[in-house]
């Protein structure tokens, strides 16, 4: 196993992007990096917030890499009777 990056308030996919360049340029072999749910649409699940609009692309570019994307979901369901969702 290799070693995972995870972070809370990293609130842009740019941050995440620096970090795994950080870790690439000291030479530690990063294999997965976790999201908390900031990288959601006000925390909602299967959504992707105004920060992390090309995050399939960067997954994707991560791939390419022998990397991984770990999203954190939340278990709750919200009771919002003005919410479409």
Do not use: R
């Amino acid at each position: 196993m290799g070693f995972h990056a995870s972070g809370n308030g990293w609130h842009h996919l740019d941050k995440v992007k620096d970090i795994v360049s950080d870790y690439a340029a000291h030479g530690v072999p990063l294999e997965s990096v976790w999201l908390d749910g900031n990288y959601m649409e006000d925390f909602k699940d299967f959504s992707l917030g105004k920060n992390f609009t090309d995050l399939k692309v960067y997954t994707n570019e991560l791939h390419g890499n022998g990397q991984k994307v770990v999203v954190q979901l939340y278990g709750g369901l919200g009771n919002d009777p003005e919410s479409p969702n």
